[in-house]
């Protein structure tokens, strides 16, 4: 079965902290320069940015892009919610609307939440403040990505912000997730042993990082059935590596 690369968690101009070189030309231009196929566009509780992308992606050849949100817990905990479609996606995205609150982003302050179409147009602004955390708890949001079909994977957990460890302590065993990821400063290996598939992602806000760090799977061909499938062990699917350990001195 042939390996494809996987960088899952990618921001782009949408969310205030992404470059604004991180349109979706750039990103899909970037992964295909990295070898990476399968792309998941994810932004902070946010996703109007995704059918531009899949549009880019299909008009460049070679690169599949994953709709996906980043959702921000109550606990301040991010998970990323993978989708098969941008209509599934929409469902969830229906959800966060509701859940987050009212405050209005400053963009002098956080940076612009732009809204883009397949050819980097401008097509308006996000005047959410899309930072901000959803009043839904790490079970709840869990709970709605796959309520409307989604797969739910907790974001970063090595990090020392916005990740299970930092917020709550510790990363439960499976099931509480689909599965979990890792930056490139941690060993997957270290996480086995909580039950669940382990992915690597470079949660990218420049273009120069996306492909950073990627997941490589065994897969029949780049979709998203089959990178669930590979996630799940299913069908001889499967996880087979990860771009290299970055080992940070102390
Ligand atoms: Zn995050
Ligand atoms: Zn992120």
Redesign the pocket.
């Known amino acids: 079965m042939p390996v494809f690369r996987a960088d899952l968690?990618v921001h782009t101009v949408l969310s205030p902290c992404g470059d604004m070189e991180q349109s979706p030309r750039a990103v899909v231009k970037a992964a295909k320069n990295k070898g990476i196929t399968l792309l998941g566009i994810a932004d902070?509780n946010a996703s109007e940015n995704v059918p531009a992308c899949v549009e880019a992606a299909r008009r460049a050849g070679s690169v599949t892009v994953i709709p996906a949100v980043?959702v921000?817990s109550v606990e301040e905990v991010?998970i990323?919610g993978l989708f098969p479609n941008p209509a599934d996606l929409g469902a969830m995205q229906g959800k966060i609307h509701q859940r987050l609150g009212d405050d209005k982003n400053v963009p002098e302050k956080f940076g612009y939440q732009v809204i883009v179409d397949h050819r980097d147009n401008v097509l308006g602004f996000n005047d959410r403040f899309l930072l901000a955390a959803t009043d839904m708890d790490v079970d709840t949001a869990v709970r709605y990505i796959r309520e409307y079909g989604g797969f739910a994977v907790a974001?970063?957990v090595d990090?020392p912000?916005?990740?299970m460890t930092s917020q709550l302590g510790f990363v439960p065993p499976a099931p509480t997730f689909d599965a979990i990821e890792v930056s490139r400063f941690a060993d997957p290996g270290e996480y086995v042993d909580l039950g669940y598939a382990v992915i690597r992602s470079s949660?990218a806000h420049l273009p120069g990082e996306v492909g950073a760090a990627y997941t490589e799977l065994e897969l029949e061909e780049p979709t998203y059935d089959e990178l669930i499938m590979a996630l799940r062990g299913e069908g001889g699917r499967k996880v087979v590596g990860y771009s290299p350990t970055i080992k940070v001195m102390a």
Do not use: V
Request: overall charge negative; aromatic content about 8%; cysteine-free.
């Open positions: 968690h902070h980043e921000a991010h990323l974001a970063h990090r912000a916005f990740s949660d």
